[in-house]
């Protein structure tokens, strides 16, 4: 059963499609948890009791329409929760990145002048409390978990359920009033704010209404078929975007089930515990997956090994051509049978994707290996483009399309066009309503006719109708020789490869390109421990001459490949070094969803990119690095540069270098 | 009989009980070496009390002492207004009594979840015929202990190891998941021996925060030893300074740190 339109006028808010979840589906379940080893579920019926109660209790606390309130910590039903009761007291719910330090948290709560913060356990109230004094304008904190809370001064601060408790002490005296504020809401109000990463500079904070939510969670919804019997893990950051519009926006609309894990550290087991219908995760953690899965049949016994070659070879055989209802030889279609039984089935349902109905994966460039791994073994994984301001959804690949290089076609209610310089630019439903008190930046993203820049440089295959995305519009640049300069295009293709995290592509105005390597430790540890490789730290595996090796291997693979497209020839690597540390969002190389920010790279590590143009074998650096708790220290190392091979034309710039 | 002491209250606002244990001119003896020369001091209800002092000095004999797994030659042990005489070690355990060691004694081959059950062993009634058939009481208790060591287990963040085997985790939460025993236990007194032993600096402050914890939300009177001075006088109430076997300082982390002997002590001035 799909869930009819609306007509206009009404559930033109996430409390009043609250209350329609609560008449249609009362007794399925809405949330669950998994607390205390068990799961906790709970209906809408008694999810919207919640709620209320939590809404009566910000009233009394002196919340009002237009205040801001903050929410910091994992997914935890309490913490959606709280997302609806500000909305329904006409306030702005603002979800920030748990794992944020104190500093950045400071500017945000800052720029939005949140009045009141939901903090999730003591650690979020420490920072907040910390940062306080220079954002002023906090009136309350509330906190979920009241482990060691009991020591602190509690004029000003509250536990939830005591907020909870108050309001439904307060029902009669608040209830009309509150009753009136969700009257009130319509399309145009806000629905939530969230800021974005900001890949540079200071993040921005996306205003998004009803309108933006609602509709694009119904036309996607639509999309999809998905329906009240969805199961989705909500285990991505709540200010991240795409969770809103997954565990809020779609979960509210369509009315299915949120599960939120019991942490960060049980995802996998929880996950298969609840075996989600639809799923969302970015790449890394596909190929976290796929590298633990390969990493641990390699451990397996021969019999076990030999099943799964045979199974896997079957899989990429007919798996996608069925899932893609394309004709197969009874032959294979046989054997994929066999295969399901003995090696596909226990494996999806190892990694808790046995369910999988719809699943996506977006913000990088998924390695076509990876890809076709898990649909070769039946699941549904597709692509998706989109972003904040889009309320995620530009283009997604329909059912029986999907390909791991394009981003598929544009999502029901955005019209897409490419700008002369190839750029894409969007226009839908769910485009955001202005960046907060930046109206600078609202009118440099947004023109007047509502067309928004992606940032993004990107085609439209003729044959298909589908985008493909080459890289952001502003790396994409020139070479010394004038040719093209696409770095991202390079690093996925690097980081493709198991054994390397992360890449950093150097090359824009100058002779030839280089790169910058992080080993993926989990993957590199193993194959050390496989090949009696000791190694004491991070720094001396990255170091270690047959890691070296190894990378020097992928990269020349990279640049044969690259070598393959004159258009992108110049962009094969000349010389790499493997860094010494990992890059982290810690230390401001990447942002909180893990893109690299190039310009505090080449910053930072001047002098090796210095090294890696002047011909210097080695070179000893020292580096900055922040711990967890946001103290300082210094790591040195003495890092080598190994010159690689390339292929093609590229051969004469590297002579000219030298 | 044991002199009651009145309560304080220390820096941080926390109301500290009368006496709990009160040890009287402790002296212990292997042999010819007197590992312990004529000690006393008291723990107090709901206190944070530290025994430091430089390697050998008698720390860890003090705490088994302390446990009733020493018998010390001289002196008295009062424990909530009884004389203690010697005892065995699951007489302690019913007393109110657990402890963590210093070198960890889990049972390797068990998961985390039977290791921290096995704590509950004291609250557990059933006969062995109910046990063996799984019916009534045995399965009634089974689960209202499972209950209380799941709350264990969310209050020290350790879900996901639930159902690991603990010879598989690494040292820092191994410690973690003795430490989760000893709650278990619901004691009174909670003994940790070297808590912080071998630690990183993160792992050091995540346990110093999870003894704050217990001891905040439990109201567990908690009596430690350890040799990191830093962590130590940041977390305890009262400390006890030993040094070759004798005290040589008790009292508030300011007044031990103030103490020209413990500073000595701590700087290796010569010992005649």
Redesign the interface.
């Known amino acids: 059963m799909t869930v009819q339109q609306p007509p206009v006028g009404e559930l033109q808010s996430i409390p009043a499609l609250l209350a329609r979840n609560v008449a249609r589906f009362g007794h399925r379940p809405a949330y669950r948890e998994k ?4 799961w906790q579920s709970w209906t809408w019926a008694q999810a919207a009791e919640e709620i209320r109660a939590l809404a009566l209790g910000l009233l009394a606390l002196g919340v009002r329409p237009g205040d801001h309130l903050a929410i910091i910590g994992r997914n935890r039903p309490a913490h959606y929760w709280g997302m609806i009761a500000a909305q329904m007291c006409g306030a702005i719910p603002v979800p920030l990145y748990q794992d944020a330090v104190a500093e950045e948290m400071a500017y945000v709560l800052e720029h939005c002048g949140a009045r009141f913060v939901l903090c999730g356990d003591q650690e979020q109230v420490d920072k907040v409390i910390e940062v306080e004094r220079s954002t002023g304008a906090l009136a309350q904190i509330i906190y979920t978990d009241r ?2 809370m ?2 602190y001064d509690h004029t000003r601060m509250n536990a939830l359920a005591d907020i909870q408790a108050e309001g439904r002490a307060a029902a009669q005296r608040l209830g009309p009033q509150l009753d009136s504020l969700i009257a009130g809401l319509d399309y145009d109000s806000t629905c939530v704010m969230l800021y974005t990463s900001g890949t540079t500079g200071r993040p921005k904070g996306v205003v998004l209404s009803n309108r933006n939510i609602i509709e694009t969670a119904r036309n996607t919804a639509q999309f999809d078929n998905l329906t009240q019997t969805e199961e989705i893990v909500a285990y991505l950051p709540m200010a991240w975007v795409g969770d809103f519009i997954f565990s809020m926006g779609q979960a509210v609309w369509s009315g299915f089930t949120v599960n939120c894990p ?2 960060a ?2 995802m996998m ?1 929880d996950m298969r515990e609840i075996g989600p219908t639809y799923f969302f995760a970015p790449p890394r953690v596909f190929e976290g997956q796929l590298t633990s899965v390969m990493i641990r049949m390699e451990d397996a016994g021969r019999i076990k090994r030999w099943l799964f070659r045979r199974g896997m070879a079957v899989a990429r055989r007919a798996g996608p051509a069925l899932l893609d209802g394309r004709p197969v030889p009874l032959g294979d279609r046989l054997a994929y049978g066999l295969g399901k039984i003995f090696v596909f089935g226990p494996l999806k349902n190892t990694l808790g994707l046995s369910r999988v109905r719809v699943g996506y994966t977006a913000g990088e460039a998924i390695g076509p290996e990876i890809f076709d791994f898990y649909r070769s073994l039946g699941i549904n994984l597709k692509q998706l483009y989109g972003q904040t301001e889009a309320s995620v959804f530009i283009t997604q690949q329909p059912d029986g399309q999907v390909r791991s290089d394009t981003v598929g076609v544009p999502s029901p209610g955005v019209e897409v066009r490419i700008g002369e310089n190839g750029e894409v630019y969007y226009r839908s439903p769910g485009t955001f309503v202005e960046y907060y008190k930046n109206a600078e930046s609202t009118a440099s993203t947004k023109d007047p006719q509502g067309w928004v820049a992606t940032g993004d440089a990107g085609f439209f295959e003729e044959a298909t109708g589908h985008l493909r995305i080459i890289d952001r519009a502003k790396d994409v640049g020139k070479m010394a020789d004038g040719s093209m300069f696409a770095p991202k295009y390079v690093e996925n293709k690097l980081k493709f490869y198991p054994n390397i995290l992360e890449a950093v592509v150097i090359g824009n105005g100058r002779e030839y390109c280089t790169a910058m390597i992080n080993i993926d430790l989990s993957a590199v540890g193993n194959w050390a421990e496989r090949n009696n490789i000791s190694y004491g730290s991070y720094q001396e595996l990255a170091g270690h001459p047959q890691v070296y090796a190894t990378i020097k291997e992928h990269v020349e693979a990279v640049n044969r490949s690259v070598a393959e497209d004159p258009m992108l020839s110049g962009c094969q690597i000349h010389r790499f070094l493997v860094l010494h540390k990992e890059l982290d969002p810690d230390d401001g190389e990447m942002t909180r969803t893990r893109k690299v920010r190039r310009a505090v790279i080449s910053d930072k590590f001047a002098d090796l990119v210095t090294a890696l143009y002047d011909g210097s074998p080695s070179i000893h650096t020292r580096t900055e690095v922040t ?3 946001g103290r300082k220290g210094q790591i040195s190392a003495t890092l080598r540069i190994e010159d690689v091979q390339v292929f093609g034309e590229a051969l004469q710039h590297k002579v000219a270098a030298e | 009989m044991m002199q009651a002491h009145e309560g304080y209250v220390t820096e ?3 109301q500290i009980g009368g006496t709990v244990m009160e040890l009287k001119n402790i002296t212990l003896r292997f042999g010819g070496v007197v590992a312990i020369k004529d000690i006393s001091f008291d723990i107090r209800q709901g206190e944070i009390r530290a025994i430091i002092g430089p390697n050998g000095a008698g720390k860890s004999s003090m705490l088994n002492v302390i446990s009733g797994f020493y018998h010390p030659q001289q002196g008295e042990v009062w424990f909530k207004g009884y004389r203690r005489g010697p005892m065995k070690p699951y007489q302690v355990a019913r007393l109110g009594i657990a402890r963590t060691f210093q070198n960890i004694a889990l049972f390797d081959g068990m998961s985390v979840l039977d290791n921290i059950m096995t704590g509950r062993l004291n609250k557990m009634k059933a006969g062995f015929l109910s046990q063996a058939m799984w019916w009534g009481a045995a399965e009634r208790e089974e689960n209202e202990n ?2 209380a060591v ?2 264990i ?3 020290l ?1 350790i ?2 190891i ?1 159902k690991t085997p603990v010879g598989r985790l690494p040292y820092g939460l191994k410690k973690r998941v003795e430490l989760a025993r000893a709650l278990a236990a619901e004691p009174q007194l909670l003994l940790l021996d070297e808590p912080m032993a071998g630690m990183n ?2 792992e050091k ?1 995540d346990m110093s ?1 999870f003894i ?2 217990v001891n ?2 439990f109201g567990t009177t908690i009596c430690l030893i350890e040799h990191d001075m830093g962590v130590v006088m940041d977390l305890s109430d009262r400390v006890v300074v030993m040094d070759y076997g004798r005290k040589i300082g008790d009292g508030t982390p300011a007044e031990v740190r103030a103490n020209q002997e413990v500073i000595d002590a701590y700087l290796g001035v010569a010992h005649d």
């Open positions: 607390e205390y080893g068990i482990r060691g009991r020591k019991e942490g550290h049980t087991t711990y967890e708790d | 941080d606002g926390r499972r209950e799941e709350r287990i969310d209050f963040e879900q996901n639930r600096v993160e402050e925060r704050l914890d905040d939300e």
